[in-house]
T-cell receptor
């Protein structure tokens, strides 16, 4: 079967750095997405990786290793507004998105 | 209106009721999606429409019936639902090039409670 694994919950301190990991086992691979979802709101797109390596976008970076079936989202200079759930999704060989259950990130002052 | 809008935002219905959820996208996209989101579970893709044609139906019970009259509007018709259908129903849209599309833009969702 197809599976996306991410930690259920993480806690970090304001101003620090946090890394949210995502591992996947899917039938084929056609890209990996990260979304942010604040409580009670819609998921919003953060990043897309299809080739190995690091994609940087401001305070957020996303890394992909296709051979290891692994990605991470790196958040720097954490702010209280970064408290949210972070969803990892992989597009499989049928170009269908397979979603992880999300990682709830709690930022403490 | 901008982005993806959904109405109603909250809905409480009995198991014998019939109701419809509405989604509208103002982004010029050609693909639209219905998802179910339950607490602590992955997003479940229910239906996909590309260029108004339904291309995915992931074994969704027949008590959920989608309708896509044009590329900007998507409906989810509900009837004789079960309490386990209580969840957040999210609509999304994207630009599709025939290979699954680019990033999806989500609406705020409809919080559905079945009593």
């Amino acid at each position: 079967g197809q599976n996306i694994d991410q930690p259920t919950e993480m806690t970090a301190t304001e101003g620090a750095i946090v890394q949210i990991n995502c591992t996947y086992q899917t039938s084929g691979f056609n890209g990996l997405f990260w979304y942010q979802q604040h409580a009670g709101e819609a998921p919003t797109f953060l990043s897309y990786n299809v080739l190995d390596g690091l994609e940087e976008k401001g305070r957020f970076s996303s890394f992909l290793s296709r051979s290891k079936g692994y990605s991470y989202l790196l958040l720097k200079e954490l702010q209280m507004k970064d408290s949210a759930s972070y969803l990892c999704a992989v597009r499989d060989s049928n170009y269908q998105l397979i979603w992880g259950a999300g990682t709830k990130l709690i930022i403490k002052p | 209106e901008t982005g993806v809008t959904q109405t109603p935002r909250h809905l409480v219905m009995g198991m014998t009721n019939k109701k419809s959820l509405k989604c509208e996208q103002h982004l010029g996209h050609n693909a639209m999606y219905w998802y179910k989101q339950s607490a602590k579970k992955p997003l479940e893709l229910m239906f996909v429409y590309n260029f108004k044609e339904q291309t995915e139906n992931n074994s969704v019970p027949s008590r959920f019936s989608p309708e896509c009259p044009n590329s900007s509007h998507l409906f989810l018709h509900l009837h004789t639902l079960q309490p386990e259908d209580s969840a957040l129903y999210l609509c999304a849209s994207s630009q599709s090039d025939g290979t699954g599309g680019y990033e999806q833009y989500f609406g705020p969702g409809t919080r559905l409670t079945v009593t």
